[in-house]
Each structure stands twice: as C-alpha cells, then as structure tokens.
C-alpha cells in the first residue's frame, strides 16, 4: 500500500525559505522507473507542478519556478525535500506530493499541505 | 514549455447526461496525456492515462481519446459522484496541468 504525507510549516514569511517533506511508505526511490513529484494549487486555483525527482537523482524543475527550487531525496529514510526560497504571498498554497509510476502518472498522491505566506 | 489549454472551464449537466471535456496541447504530445479527478478539499484522483488507458478502479463511465494535440474526457452517463474539478496533465515534457474543468449540477 503506497501512501505519501507532507509536512512543513503552515506559515512562512515573505522572503523566507520554505521546506517541505514528503514522506513515503510502500515502495522505494530507488526502483528504476519511479519518482516523486510536488504539485501545489493555490486556494480556488488549478494546479500546478513544481518539481520531479526520479530513482537515478536525476531532477526536473518547472522553468517558471526553477531558480527557486530545490528538490532532494533520502532513500534510506523514504523522504523527498522540496525547498522554495524568497516566499512571497502568491506562493500560497495547497501543495501536495505524488508517487510517480512506472506509466509516468501521479497515481498517488499525498493530503497536501496549506502553506500560506505572510508576514 | 508545454501548454495544455481545457475546454470548457466550467459546465452545468444533469445526472445521466454524456459530458465531453477537452484538452488540447501547444504541440505534440503524442498520448502522454492524463486525466484526474478533484474533489474539494482532497486530492486529485488518477482517471485516464496514456490518453485512454483507464486506471484501476475507475468506472467504466470514464473513457478518454485523442492523441497529438487534442484530447478529450467523456463521461457517458454522469453520475452524482462524479460532480467535481477535472484536470488534463501533459507528461511528454516536463509536467503541465490544464486549468481544470468544474463539472456542475445543473
């Protein structure tokens, strides 16, 4: 059974750096083929991906977003770390994890987590 | 970058009625595409991938076509469940999601 749970802080201030984790059970990252994802969606807003980290390292970043972001995992403890700096408050957010497949799809996907910027 | 523009943003529909959602990409996509299903306050659900492949658990109501640049999501009988936001992905480059499309009870 594959389940993936955010945490992180529920409020940052403007300008600072946000990290998240994303903590997973039921398959490792380091079977080829498979990644994990952050997806965030602001409050009545669709969504929008940030981040994919696949079982080699190898790392994909959206272009808009790219020079603010970091993603990193740690196989042995089944967790992925999404770092964001300079937070301003249109970066908040729902902002979710997801176990990328073999298929290349989310087919599963955390609770997401609301993160809100302000000061 | 990618762009995947849905059509429409939102519609108004009965229970029973075959509801049409469409996606088209700013290039080719080949099948790479994905549908989901949101409900408010939970996370989106895998629908469709590869364009048409169902994934497991999905009622058979749910199907999708299209290949290249255009593609759509076809609920043919729209049940009570199934009233909800529904959002195309690109997976060919990178990611990219539509907009989403917000399925009304008319």
């Known amino acids: 059974q594959i389940t993936l749970k955010e945490s992180g802080p529920t409020l940052v201030k403007p300008t600072e750096t946000l990290t998240l984790t994303c903590t997973f059970s039921?398959?490792?990252?380091?079977?080829?083929?498979?990644?994990v994802g952050w997806i965030r969606q602001p409050p009545g807003k669709a969504l929008e991906w940030l981040a994919l980290i696949y079982w080699d390292d190898d790392k994909r970043y959206s272009p808009s977003l790219k020079n603010r972001l970091t993603i990193t995992k740690d196989t042995s403890n089944s967790q992925v770390v999404l770092t964001m700096t300079n937070m301003d408050p249109a970066d908040t957010a729902t902002y979710y994890c997801?176990?990328?497949?073999?298929?290349?799809?989310?087919?599963?996907w955390g609770q997401g987590t609301l993160v809100t910027v302000s000061s | 970058d990618i762009q995947v523009t849905q059509s429409p943003s939102a519609l108004s529909a009965s229970v029973g009625d075959r509801v049409t959602i469409t996606c088209r990409a700013s290039q080719s996509i080949s099948s790479w595409l994905a549908w989901y299903q949101q409900k408010p306050g939970k996370a989106p659900k895998l629908l469709i991938y590869?364009?048409?492949s169902l994934a497991g658990g999905v009622p058979s109501t749910f199907s999708g076509s299209g290949s290249g640049t255009e593609f759509t999501l076809t609920i043919s009988s729209l049940q009570p469940e199934d009233f909800a936001t529904y959002y195309c992905q690109q997976y060919h480059t990178l990611w990219t999601f539509g907009q989403g499309t917000k399925v009304e009870i008319k």
């Open positions: 997801g176990h990328k497949g073999a298929r290349g799809v989310i087919g599963y």
């Open positions: 590869k364009a048409s």
């Open positions: 039921g398959f490792s990252l380091s079977t080829s083929g498979l990644g």
